[in-house]
């Protein structure tokens, strides 16, 4: 079996897909999208699909490292989220042609199913409390919100703080002691602020704290950890496992790596086991589109430290079936009370309609994130 084509697609609303190819008609799909980068990413993908042609796509681990130490530049989000795709891509195949979901060639699934938390969103107490309510209706048993919906001044107001304990308190009145609220604060915080803040939002008992401060602050982090009770986690802007390594000495209680941006499946793979080495839980990162997510739960199920799953399946304005756009089923996508059941499919369990893939890469998209400003006119974390 040979790789004889790798294709990319841009598909709206911000996903960038690839499909690998095998002369025997097999193929596999990946998602190497880095949000508002997809056309880099993109080209990317393709300049790394010149070193695959007419290689064996079942040497994943021999393709992945390849793709990744075989020029004398090396890592970064971009080149790491083009080899995310290719990686998941050529694990699907590698599920398809053995007859076994990607899970089981990872070792088999450590459970049967896999909890799942959603975004609340709200700029008051009284509309994230009703986003909440939301997401309890729809039988989640965990929620995300942020911890700043806008900007924040290095040594922001008293009202800034006030309105951040208000709007946590408020889901914490809908969730109960029964549900898990976690607290994204997104690099939007100096380590100022975070010191400041992080022992006020104890009494909440957070399921975690996000991104405290930025990750050209990680030399900070075991003063971040060490300074309050409450589990910390991040990742997203992390992308193998020696940028891991800091933040798990730091102490981190959850990594938090991404599927499309951390060298996929191979790679997340190798970071939960270095993270269960320091005793801290994965939540992967997916606020992406279907093929993430599925690359995701095949992790989730094989990985014995695994806590939670971000997903982004439609319970707010930034979801809906956007997310599921492109699928022949959206049945291993269902929730029951608050989890996806175990996928039992080939490669990532689910079916991609490439014929509605190939409809919507026609419209494309050019999707950007818009830079922030302070009052000021200075520039502001996103």
Same mark, same amino acid.
């Given at each position: ?17 690839? /499909? ?6 097999v193929a596999g799909w990946g998602e190497p999208v880095l949000e508002g980068r997809a056309g880099t990413v993109r080209t990317a993908v393709h300049e790394l699909a010149e070193l695959l042609a007419g290689a064996d796509p079942l040497r994943i681990e021999d393709n992945w490292q390849l793709l990744t130490k075989g020029a004398f530049y090396r890592g970064g989000p971009i080149l790491a989220s083009a080899v995310a795709g290719i990686d998941q891509a050529l ?40 986003? =909440?309510?939301? =997401? ?12 700043? *919906? $806008? ?18 308190? =408020? ?7 029964? +549900? ?6 997104? $690099? +939007? ?5 975070? +010191? ?26 075991? #003063? ?18 020696? @940028? ?24 997340? /793979?190798?970071? &939960?086991?270095?993270? #269960? ?14 093929? &993430? ?8 199920? &094989?990985? *014995? ?38 996928? +039992? $499919? *080939? ?5 991609? @309609?490439?014929?509605?893939? /190939?409809? =919507? ?22």
């Open positions: 079996m040979k790789i004889v084509r790798v294709e990319t697609f841009l598909v709206p609303p911000r996903w960038l897909f690839v /499909r690998v190819e095998t002369d025997e008609g694990w699907d195949i590698a599920g398809k042609v053995r007859g076994a979901a990607v899970h089981e060639l990872l070792g088999g699934p450590v459970r049967e199913r896999v909890r799942m938390y959603a975004w609340v969103a709200g700029d008051d107490a009284a509309s994230i409390a009703d986003s =909440a309510a939301r =997401a309890v209706a729809h039988g989640l048993t965990a929620v995300k919100l942020l911890g700043c *919906p $806008g900007t924040l001044g290095p040594i922001d107001t008293p009202a800034q703080t006030d309105l951040l304990l208000r709007r946590v308190a =408020a889901v914490r009145e809908v969730l109960g002691p029964e +549900r898990d609220v976690a607290i994204d604060f997104h $690099g +939007r915080f100096s380590p100022a602020m975070a +010191r400041r803040v992080l022992p006020l939002l104890e009494p909440f008992e957070p399921l975690f704290v996000e991104e405290p401060v930025l990750p050209e602050f990680g030399h900070l982090l075991p #003063e971040i950890v060490a300074g309050t009770s409450i589990p910390i986690a991040t990742g997203e802007r992390l992308f193998s496992r020696g @940028d891991f390594l800091p933040a798990l000495q730091a102490g981190i209680a959850v990594a938090q790596p991404d599927l499309s941006h951390a060298g996929g499946i191979s790679e997340v /793979r190798r970071i &939960a086991v270095v993270a #269960e080495t320091f005793g801290a839980s994965l939540a992967p990162h997916c606020p992406l589109g279907p093929l &993430a997510l599925a690359s995701s739960l095949q992790v989730d199920l &094989a990985s *014995p430290n695994f806590l939670v799953q971000e997903q982004a399946l439609g319970l707010e304005a930034d979801g809906g079936s956007e997310v599921l756009a492109g699928l022949v089923d959206e049945q291993p996508f269902t929730m029951v009370d608050g989890h996806l059941l175990r996928p +039992r $499919g *080939p490669g990532l369990g689910i079916e991609v @309609d490439e014929q509605a893939v /190939r409809r =919507a890469a026609q419209i494309g998209h050019s999707y950007r994130i818009t830079p922030w400003r302070h009052p000021d006119g200075s520039l502001a974390e996103l």
